[in-house]
Nanobody, 120 residues
Framework: QVQLVESGGGSVNPGGSLTLSCAAS????????MGWYRQAPGNQRELVAR???????IYDDSVKGRFTITRDIAKNTVSLQMNNLKPDDTAVYYC??????????????WGQGTQVTVSS
């Protein structure tokens, strides 16, 4: 089992910035990847950014150059720095981790979600 606690959502004007953080109850080395998804009303949940245990981070095209995903090994956290926010970024953001399981597929765990609203 993995517990994920998110923080950092809120409301900002277009062009503003927010940082989301997700604290995991296990070492980051337990996961094959850590990332952020979002879901706007009426839409499916979509990948925003993902950081594999090894290799380069992955970003949705819509956030490239504006969002940065980072991982803190000491704190077991994954964060999403969001700059130049746009109204289309408005959504509930979910932290996701994929737990490595012996002799089986990775298991998905989700945070509770945090609302990000971008509006003037």
């Amino acid at each position: 089992q993995v517990q994920l606690v998110e923080s950092g959502g809120g409301s900002v004007n277009p062009g503003g910035s927010l940082t989301l953080s997700c604290a995991a109850s296990r070492s980051v080395f337990s996961f094959s990847s850590m990332g952020w998804y979002r879901q706007a009303p009426g839409n499916q949940r979509e990948l925003v950014a993902r950081k594999p245990r090894t290799g380069s981070s992955i970003y949705d095209d819509s956030v490239k150059g504006r969002f940065t995903i980072t991982r803190d090994i000491a704190k077991n956290t994954v964060s999403l720095q969001m700059n130049n926010l746009k109204p289309d970024d408005t959504a509930v953001y979910y932290c996701n981790v994929k737990l490595v399981v012996a002799n089986g597929p990775d298991e998905d765990y989700w945070g509770q979600g945090t609302q990000v609203t971008v509006s003037s």
